[in-house]
């Protein structure tokens, strides 16, 4: 099914600059209490809230490098959209929390073709991407030694060897690639294992930035992913769509009866999909092909999404 071409039009919109500021100020502050739960202080004292700045700034700053990267991208193509709206989550007992779910743009005008199609999915991952990579780098660059650690669980100067967490997060190629390649650079540094980054702020940030950035990109419906892919390869993608939608509900079932195997969170992201999302995407037409320029970005934005997702993102024992 096609669409015809859509003419531009003048919308009227005029930003809510009040919600929106209100909403970054709530989020701020949501994920700097984070921050300073993820290093184990008490979120609730004042004087600890400096703890979570680090955790703050750069987890605001992925975030906003990927939704700016969307809104740029619109505004290139004079297609209408929001600022972005940043959602946070407060820290309620006995829920992982980052802080945040992230934020959100809403498109207020039509995308006329593929290209811009294309251009305003891609240009958010991307942005975001790059954002993570700066956090990851400035993070393994600046990592403190293992008294850093031992100051955060003083128990552990007593043991033989680190013990397993009971909360690890899942290795991603990337973060894989970064630990091996600065420990060659720094044969002396120490670096810890998945079961301990979340004490790390920077670290931290930069892999829940690459767990943002590749489930956005997950190939089905209208996340960054189904943009992508439908303007990539047309009528296509919906058979891509349908292969990864059944693909996280085997990861999050084999994640029901085993935790090395997937990730029960993933089937809380599939019914988000299935009734939100939608599995397929919207047609948009063929009018505005991709140049050869654009399928490269676009298999780009495909490898950040092989570099950036773990089947298993988080275990818990």
Not at 65 to 71: K, Q, R
Not at 79 to 91: A, W
Request: glycine share 8%.
């Amino acid at each position: 099914m096609s669409v015809p071409e859509y003419q531009y039009q003048t919308i009227e919109y005029k930003p809510n600059y009040f919600l929106h500021i209100f909403l970054f100020i709530i989020t701020f502050f949501t994920v700097t209490i984070a921050g300073v739960q993820w290093v184990l202080k008490d979120p609730f004292e004042l004087t600890n809230l400096h703890f979570g700045l680090p955790y703050s700034f750069s987890i605001l700053f992925i975030i906003a490098s990927h939704e700016f990267g969307h809104y740029f991208a619109a505004r290139k193509h004079n297609v209408v959209t929001t600022l972005p709206y940043f959602i946070p989550f407060p820290p309620f007992p006995f829920i992982l929390n980052f802080g945040t779910l992230g934020a959100v743009i809403r498109i207020k005008s039509f995308v006329p073709n593929r290209k811009a199609l294309f251009d305003i999915g891609v240009a958010g991952p991307i942005a975001g991407f790059i954002a993570t990579l700066l956090v990851l780098i400035y993070g393994f660059e600046n990592l403190p030694d293992i008294e850093y650690l031992y100051q955060i669980h003083p128990e552990y100067r007593f043991l033989p060897q680190l013990p397993e967490g009971d909360l690890t997060f899942g290795d991603t190629l990337l973060f894989f690639l970064f630990r091996k390649i600065f420990s060659l650079l720094n044969s002396d540094a120490f670096i810890p294992p998945m079961n301990e980054i979340y004490h790390y702020p920077y670290l931290c940030a930069g892999w829940f930035g690459l767990l943002v950035t590749a489930m956005n990109l997950i190939p089905v419906g209208q996340l960054d992913g189904g943009h992508i892919i439908l303007a990539m390869f047309g009528d296509k993608h919906r058979y891509i769509a349908r292969g990864f939608f059944f693909s996280l509900i085997a990861f999050g079932l084999f994640g029901v009866f085993d935790q090395n195997l997937g990730w029960p969170g993933w089937l809380v992201w599939a019914f988000v999909l299935y009734f939100i999302v939608k599995i397929e995407h919207p047609p948009v037409g063929t009018f505005g092909m991709l140049d050869k320029k654009r399928k490269i970005i676009g298999w780009v934005a495909i490898a950040i999404f092989i570099l950036s997702i773990s089947p298993v993102p988080i275990k818990i024992k």
